[in-house]
């Protein structure tokens, strides 16, 4: 997500929301770190202090890493600012991808699934996220990289994407993708903003099956009536307790305004 575009940032994996109440998976066969906390804060390349937060029902998804693909190297630039949060807290690793390049080729995508697989395990995270809008061209790219990654991480490890909300309405080329969980962003739109809104209220969620199972949604925009599913959070700025509070009121239907 780039900070003005919609984007990431702040995350989820279950809850419950106006109109959507966020449900943790009772799956068995899944990791436990896929059906628990319920909700997930986006924490972006920003100082925050998140020590308010209560563990048993709040995960952090913070930036970790971004990677920008150009035609010399794949540059890596870990996270710059401290992020506090209270001992216990369930955390997911998320690496944004940035992309100067139209292409990825085979040895700059087997070091990035080096590097990829390397953080998550070393980081103390219970998952793994991804954050790129790969353009047309590199989806071929992207797909092989979500197939390598996979494969590179131990099972007890989920692997995450988030999604343009275009691509869970339009022409589902991720149907079948290797990962665990797909978060359509519906923030930070653009020119897709009301075609997508559109079908979700026509529809009631998105064509694509595939993006069913998480949402990510933004405190300053509003928020599509859905099913259950997980639930990731961004915000603009620096998260503090009165903002979370105030999110969370409006998750559970009290109608409240989260800005």
């Known amino acids: 997500m780039a900070p003005l575009r919609k984007r990431f940032h702040a995350a989820g994996w279950a809850c419950a929301a106006a109109g959507l109440v966020l449900l943790a998976s009772t799956d068995t066969r899944e990791p436990e770190a896929r059906r628990e906390p319920g909700l997930w804060l986006w924490a972006w390349e920003r100082y925050d202090d998140l020590s308010f937060l209560d563990p048993k029902t709040t ?5 970790a890493a971004t990677v920008t693909i150009t035609p010399e190297r ?36 087997h070091e990035l699934v080096s590097r990829l697989a390397s953080e998550a395990q070393a980081s103390g995270a219970v998952g793994l996220q991804l954050d790129w809008d790969a353009p047309l061209s590199l989806r071929p790219a992207y797909r092989l990289l979500l197939a ?22 339009g022409d589902c080329w991720l149907g ?8 359509p962003m519906v923030f ?9 809104r559109y079908d979700l209220a026509q529809l009631g969620d998105f064509p694509c099956r595939e993006c069913r199972d998480a949402v990510g949604l933004s405190t300053d925009e509003a928020w599509p009536r859905l ?20 999110a969370m009121d409006r998750l ?8």
């Open 227 to 246: 099913a259950p599913r997980r639930v990731y959070l961004f915000h603009a700025g620096a998260w503090n307790a009165e903002i979370v509070r105030r």
């Open 74 to 109: 794949v540059a890596w630039a870990g996270r710059h600012q401290a992020l506090r949060v209270p001992p216990g807290t369930r955390r997911i690793a998320v690496v944004r991808i940035e992309n100067r390049e139209r292409r990825l080729d085979d040895a700059s995508r």
């Open 252 to 259: 559970q239907g009290s109608g409240r305004d989260a800005r």
């Open 188 to 196: 930070r739109m653009g020119a897709d903003d009301q075609r997508v």
């Open 176 to 183: 079948d993708a290797s990962v665990d969980e797909m978060v």
């Open 59 to 63: 995960g952090v998804a913070y930036l």
């Open 148 to 169: 390598d990654v996979r494969a590179a991480l131990p099972d007890t490890i989920p692997l995450s994407m988030t999604a343009l909300a275009s691509w869970c309405v």
